[in-house]
């Protein structure tokens, strides 16, 4: 439940206030798939570093998303949502002995898990969301198995490949460069627009 909490307020989420609300490098992504008895092709790739409320990581993760359409950043920072549009929502994290998730540093192999977080992991969630034409979640569809291969990692810039399941004949494949984008919180307010 922790998971579509989270979903529902990624979808009517907006940047908070302060920091610099700008891509800071080229970001895009070739990833394709289906999920929810649907295909996506999804072309932008956005990320940040916060405490995502809904994840069941206990700490501060790297949470990546991955539109249907360009200038996410953009649109995320302006309070605007894309009607009819879908998303790749990843978490992940470094999780150390104790349980406590911290953001990724280091290139590797993030691996989606179920129940609870394991300890000493390099640990992914992913999900699906639909939005319908006024911008209202329409469905979620969580990944029950496959692995984040991040190939670089720094301050401002996130690359990697996907390889996920969603259920039987359902899964996403594909590479990405994903900028920092501090106006992507899935912890923020509604969309002011709907496009």
Do not use: W
């Amino acid at each position: 439940m922790k998971q579509l909490f989270l979903l529902s307020l990624l979808m009517t989420a907006v940047a908070s206030c302060g920091g610099s609300n700008s891509s800071h490098g080229d970001a895009g992504a070739a990833i394709t798939g289906n999920a929810g008895g649907r295909p996506l092709a999804l072309v932008d790739a956005i990320f940040n570093t916060l405490v995502a409320k809904g994840l069941e990581f206990n700490g501060v993760s790297t949470t990546l998303l991955f539109p249907t359409y360009a200038n996410a950043c953009a649109q995320f920072t302006a309070g605007n949502a894309v009607a009819s549009s879908g998303f790749l929502f990843v978490g992940l994290a470094d999780v150390a002995a104790d349980g406590t998730a911290a953001p990724i540093t280091t290139s590797g192999s993030y691996v989606i898990f179920s129940g609870s977080v394991p300890a000493s992991s390099r640990s992914a969630q992913a999900f699906v969301e639909y939005l319908d034409s006024s911008c209202m979640r329409s469905s979620t569809v969580p990944a029950t198995s496959g692995t984040i291969t991040i190939t670089r990692v720094g301050d401002k810039l996130i690359e990697g490949s996907v390889e996920l399941t969603f259920g039987a004949g359902e899964d996403f494949s594909g590479t990405f460069s994903s900028s920092l984008c501090d106006g992507f919180s899935p912890n923020s307010s509604a969309f002011a627009t709907c496009n």
